[in-house]
């Protein structure tokens, strides 16, 4: 695809899903054009060879599957990226009243972000709603595409530190300005009614958080940058579910998944460390006429691309990377390592995964932490606390990590598309650690 096509087409992505329920929401709509039939967790599945299908997680995790015509070698090619990013959740009691007539809004933290880039920016609510209609309690998505709410910054007449290292307080600093006066306490629920078309005594449970209103762009005097909110990781939710709709493997089952939860921990029933892909992975083995032995070959036999954004060169503080296992924007994707087993890669799947980049004609960086920096850490490692198999950890470059508002550059997301797809496209047969052919 054409670099600022693909662009384009993630920046409209991202803007469709400012919480990691519309994130689930966007994704489904490309499954439900490609003809994907969905399978309701607690319904019975039919499956059948060549089938399409996909299964959802509390609407904030999905894995689709496609299953090959030909499953000689029976095994999973997967590819997993996470729906959510950093930002600051709504407490259910979301109002604080003063001083004077001033309302503001009652949030905490979600994630690790860099609190300073939410400041004097234009902010709104996304998320869902819980709400009593006909008899039922029915979930809603809600986003309420206008500005309504701003953390202003204290002026720097009233405090001299600010460019001296100031540590914002969450609870004091952070907390978003909703009204001066026209709104009084009660009126953000209303709010939510009148967007939803409920009553405010129907609503019975938000899961809401801030979204940054800053829109995205494409930059650079010769087109060299995207910059948008939610980059991490929603670039690779995005790229990784391009190439797994346009490719197609007889001999295998490819499988996109998309979790929530990564930026605190995983630990949830939708999140990577949750049973989810097991619980997936062991009914399509079961569905298809596999007993338990063969689901534990199949899994010995699979591979799984861990997709989630990497740490490019930053242009200020270059002395902040590792001097070679360095990466820098607009020169190919990023395969990460790490000795600490923070990334899932090592010596066997790095070495499939190059292999099939040359195949598609993708140039590859490495990316290590600095020997005496602590990295973050992602959700390929996580899942292998369920369904334990080689893995390798990739990535796009890019700036200003959990920033409100994220650079990388334009050239990459095709890259990793072509890549993407070339991995679901190969038949990669795994003989233990020992041999791997990629048809």
Not at 196 to 223: M, T
Not at 347 to 364: D, E, L, M, Q, Y
Request: hydrophobic share 35%.
């Amino acid at each position: 695809m054409n670099d600022l096509e693909i662009s384009k087409e993630l920046l409209e992505f991202i803007q469709a899903s400012p919480s990691m329920f519309h994130s689930i929401h966007t994704i489904k709509s490309y499954l439900e054009k490609e003809n994907y039939t969905y399978l309701p967790e607690g319904k019975p599945w039919k499956l059948e060879k060549g089938g399409k299908y996909y299964s959802t997680r509390n609407n904030s995790s999905i894995i689709a599957f496609q299953i090959g015509n030909e499953l000689s070698d029976y095994h999973f090619q997967m590819s997993a990226a996470h729906s959510d990013s950093p930002t600051y959740k709504i407490k259910s009691a979301a109002e604080l009243l003063g001083p004077g007539e001033y309302l503001k809004l009652n949030v905490e933290a979600y994630g690790g972000m860099i609190d300073s880039t939410w400041f004097d920016r234009p902010l709104s609510v996304a998320g869902r709603v819980l709400v009593k209609e006909d008899g039922a309690i029915k979930n809603k998505l809600l986003y309420i595409d206008k500005d309504v709410l701003l953390i202003p910054n204290l002026a720097i007449h009233m405090n001299r530190a600010v460019n001296d290292g100031y540590v914002f307080n969450r609870s004091v600093d952070l907390c978003p300005l909703f009204s001066a006066g026209a709104m009084r306490p009660g009126e953000f629920d209303q709010m939510i009614a009148r967007e939803l078309g409920v009553q405010k005594e129907d609503i019975l449970g938000k899961d809401l958080f801030l979204v940054n209103r800053q829109s995205p762009a494409i930059w650079g005097y010769e087109n060299e940058f995207i910059s948008s909110p939610k980059l991490d990781d929603l670039q690779c939710a995005f790229v990784s579910l391009k190439g797994f709709l346009a490719s197609s493997n007889p001999k295998a089952i490819n499988v996109y998944c998309c979790f929530d939860n990564e930026e605190v921990g995983s630990n949830t029933k939708q999140g990577a460390m949750s049973t989810f892909l097991q619980d997936t992975l062991r009914r399509i083995n079961f569905n298809l006429g596999y007993d338990e032995d063969e689901y534990h070959q199949a899994i010995a036999r699979s591979f799984l691309v861990s997709c989630d954004n990497a740490h490019a060169v930053h242009p200020n503080k270059s002395e902040e990377t590792d001097r070679i296992n360095c990466a820098y924007m607009n020169h190919g994707l990023v395969i990460k390592e790490a000795a600490n087993q923070k990334y899932t890669t090592d010596a066997f799947p790095r070495s499939i995964f190059v292999s099939i980049c040359k195949k598609a004609g993708v140039p590859v960086q490495l990316f290590a932490n600095r020997s005496d920096k602590v990295g973050g850490s992602t959700l390929g490692n996580l899942s292998n606390t369920q369904v334990s198999l080689n893995a390798v950890d990739i990535g796009l470059p890019q700036l200003a990590m959990h920033s409100s508002y994220e650079t990388a550059g334009s050239k990459d997301t095709a890259y990793a598309y072509e890549a993407l797809k070339m991995f679901f496209d190969s038949n990669i047969q795994i003989d233990e650690s020992e041999q791997v052919i990629i048809g």
